[in-house]
């Protein structure tokens, strides 16, 4: 395992397109940023991705490219379930669909351009007011990101996790 720097500005729990979408926003503003996920990249989900068009503008501000190949675009969305559907277009521009293997390695290549500290395979024992221990090693940092899903830790951590 990679170690991570002893001291950053913004440090980012979870490498998923949340936590680099994150971290590259903060490089572009200058900032230093740690990321730190417990998995290895390319991290695969039984989910694709479908981008619906502010995504697809988000991710074209942050830089994103996404291999030509690795996406569709669409138009609309159906939904159907027990002989119900419902429809819609969208207007102006195309959503994409995207494998979410081709996703996390395009935030993963533009996260590592735009100059994050990215550390696979290492996990966040707990936070403090100093900063962020991970395998034992304090990062310290001004500001803390919890992207680490659902059952984040850091929102456990921080007292957030009541909050609804």
């Known amino acids: 395992m990679q170690q991570p720097p002893r001291e950053t500005d913004v440090f980012v729990a979870g490498g998923g397109p949340a936590g680099l979408a994150a971290a590259i926003a903060c ?36 830089g994103v ?11 609309g969305v159906r939904f159907h379930d027990a002989g119900v559907s419902a429809e819609a277009n969208l207007p102006n521009r195309n959503g994409l669909g995207v494998r979410r293997r081709a996703l996390h390695e395009a935030l993963v290549s533009r996260a590592g351009e735009a100059g994050a500290a990215l550390v696979w395979g290492a996990r966040v024992n707990r936070i403090s007011e100093q900063g962020a221990l991970v395998d034992g090693h304090l990062v310290r940092c001004r500001w803390i990101v919890g992207a680490e899903g659902e059952n984040s830790a850091i929102r456990r951590w921080s007292g957030l996790h009541d909050a609804t």
Do not use: T, W, Y
């Open 27 to 62: 490089c572009q503003n200058g900032l230093r940023v740690v990321v730190v996920d417990v998995c290895r990249p390319p991290i695969e989900k039984s989910c694709g991705e479908g981008l619906m068009p502010d995504a697809v503008a988000a991710l074209r501000r942050l």
């Open 65 to 75: 490219r996404i291999s030509p190949g690795a996406h569709s675009p669409f138009r």
